[in-house]
């Protein structure tokens, strides 16, 4: 399986049927729609392609409560059990598709004023793309409760990087890396997974960097997967689920994303000209040299 486009893989035909017993439209809007299955690529992409992502449990005891929870809803045929591992606890890795579904035009993503003129002025951050992966990966694990980034599923996500499927922002300073952000690209929509900053406002630009980068590839819409206030700072507003799951289904073909190192100026908007007029969104301009903790999740 390969993805040259930046995230087309083709799913296998172990992956393609997995989810079919799984009818996103009518699942559950603020539970799983689903139990079960493993983190394997190609099964990832067919969940991502599908409006779903997963939420590993931590332990066991997360584990045997979302079976306490949710075994009446299973039996009910509410939420859907997925065929596994004969070993494996299907409660331990729950497949979500919230509705409504927080969702962002790239070109609409916030950067606010303030920072603005801190990056124009001050703040001589610089911006790369898929140049530290896992680095990111590991930094937006670091702390998080609940732990739902795994060792297991961060091994999946590194492999589905390696397929072109995966990708992420980075903001540094100097050579420091002081923020960034990972999200997986099924056709139209990048889904941002998770977020991370080690200096204020680092993981807001890293978020505009990958818009811009993927504005620029042909993509159309950014789901910030969970509501909450932070992600309405950036611009994502709550969308039924019905219209996230239409643009899903649109054949829209995205080119590969731009890797090279920017200047994170180059994410400030616009100045009007003389006579007015209203501010711009992200600017999309290459800057020289080299090429683009809060969380979705």
Known sequence: ????????????????????????????????????????????????????????????????????????????????????????????????????????????????????????????????????????????????????????????????????????????EGEELVGGVFGIVTGSVLSLDSMFHRRPDAARVAVADLATRFADAGGRLLDAQWDSPHVRTLGAAPAPRAHYLAELAHPVRTEPLDTAAHPAARLTPRRPRHGGGHRAGPARSAGPAGSAGSSPR
Request: net charge negative; charged share 25%.
């Open 1 to 172: 399986m390969t993805a040259p486009d930046g995230g087309r893989a083709t799913e296998p035909p172990s992956a393609a049927g997995l989810f079919d017993a799984v009818d996103v439209a009518r699942a559950p809007a603020d539970g799983p729609a689903a139990f079960g299955g493993t983190l394997e690529p190609d099964v990832l992409l067919a969940a991502y392609r599908r409006g779903l992502f997963p939420l590993p449990a931590a332990d066991d005891y997360a584990s045997a409560f979302n079976e306490a929870r949710y075994e009446d809803a299973v039996a009910a045929g509410d939420v859907v059990l997925l065929p596994g591992p004969d070993h494996r606890d299907p409660y331990a890795l729950g497949w979500w598709s919230p509705d409504p579904r927080p969702v962002i035009a790239p070109e609409q993503v916030r950067v606010g004023r303030k920072l603005s003129r801190l990056l124009r002025n001050r703040l001589g951050w610089w911006t790369s793309a898929d140049r530290a992966f896992e680095e990111v990966l590991a930094a937006c694990a670091e702390g998080r409760e609940p732990p739902w980034l795994t060792a297991g599923l961060q091994e999946a996500l590194v492999r589905l990087h390696r397929l072109g499927a995966a990708h992420s922002a980075e903001v540094w």
